[in-house]
């Protein structure tokens, strides 16, 4: 009965000083390393404050700790060098990957109007290009996002269509180079947008015929536009070169919508898909109870 009595203290004690561990670990980041998810998850800056503060190194570092390898951030060329340069530094101790960010020296992207084939928008375009070169370099980075701009209601869908290639091509040319590839977001977020379908986008890639410019397939975009997501995802594969996660209604984590996204995710596996998976939504909750949910929603997903 003592025996008896002492292994089951020793379990509780056991089980207390786990708990604790883990405590601790969701208040500084020093938890015994989770499993890697089977996909490779991107999150943002923001994502992991309440656990990890208000630093993106700190949070980098919280997102290794709980199984993610890659980060997004849009707005990576707004930072300043010095900001740049640590985060690229954190990624390569950590062995973790940069998605993408946008290609624009203004947060505003999508008013970037590369449909009216006026000579400032090209211009803008090229210098924004080059400038991506540069940090791409110290964040490591591979993939960023170009959004065309607003149609222009002036001018024919076609000529509009050749306008956009002719830019991208300019734009392509300077990546292609560096090993780097610009991914075309259509979007759902405004009537306005010029940009909005896969296939759309597929014929423009084709056009530009570069390995700099690629599709990047949000699928809560996607869902919103078009839905049919794996039918429709499958028809453009060859140039999909990105993919984003967003649950739909919300735009939220999985699992708060109505995409399966453990059938989207087991086939975007089985396609052999070895990119990021950018985590281009908010959160459903809030606080760390709310963080700890957005965790859970990936293993979820991530079990197909």
């Not at 002719?166 to 947008?193: C, F, Q, R, Y």
Request: hydrophobic residues 35%; proline residues 2%; aromatic residues 8%.
């Amino acid at each position: 009965m003592r025996r008896r009595k002492f292994i089951q203290q020793g379990s509780l004690l056991s089980g207390g000083a786990l708990l604790a561990q883990n405590v601790w670990s969701k208040g500084h980041g020093q938890a015994a390393i989770e499993k890697p998810f089977r996909l490779d998850y991107a999150f943002h800056d923001g994502m992991f404050s309440a656990h990890a503060g208000k630093s993106f190194l700190d949070q980098i570092q919280f997102g290794y700790d709980h199984g993610f390898r890659s980060i997004e951030d849009n707005g990576m060329m707004s930072r300043t060098t010095d900001e740049q340069t640590k985060i690229g530094e954190l990624l390569v101790k950590l062995g973790m990957r940069m998605g993408v960010f946008v290609i624009t020296s203004d947060s505003w992207h999508w008013k970037t109007t590369l449909t009216t084939g006026k000579q400032e928008w090209k211009d803008k375009m090229k210098k924004d290009c080059i400038t991506a070169v540069e940090v791409a370099k110290r964040v490591q980075a591979k993939w960023m996002t170009v959004v065309p701009g607003n149609y222009d209601r002036s001018l024919p869908h076609g000529l509009q269509t050749g306008h956009v290639i002719d830019a991208l091509k300019m734009g392509a040319d300077i990546l292609e180079k560096h090993g780097l590839t610009m991914v075309l977001e259509p979007l759902s977020d405004n009537a306005d947008l010029f940009l909005r379908h896969s296939d759309q986008t597929f014929g423009i890639c084709r056009a530009v015929n570069s390995s700099a410019c690629k599709i990047l397939y949000d699928i809560y975009h996607m869902q919103r536009n078009e839905g049919n997501l794996i039918a429709n995802m499958d028809k453009c594969w060859s140039e999909i070169a990105y993919i984003q996660i967003g649950d739909n209604p919300g735009r939220k984590e999985p699992g708060t919508g109505e995409i399966n996204y453990r059938n989207v995710f087991r086939h975007i596996d089985q396609k052999g898909y070895k990119g990021v998976m950018g985590m281009e939504h908010g959160i459903a909750g809030e606080g760390i109870a709310g963080e700890d949910a957005l965790i859970q929603a990936y293993r979820n997903a991530d079990e197909f």
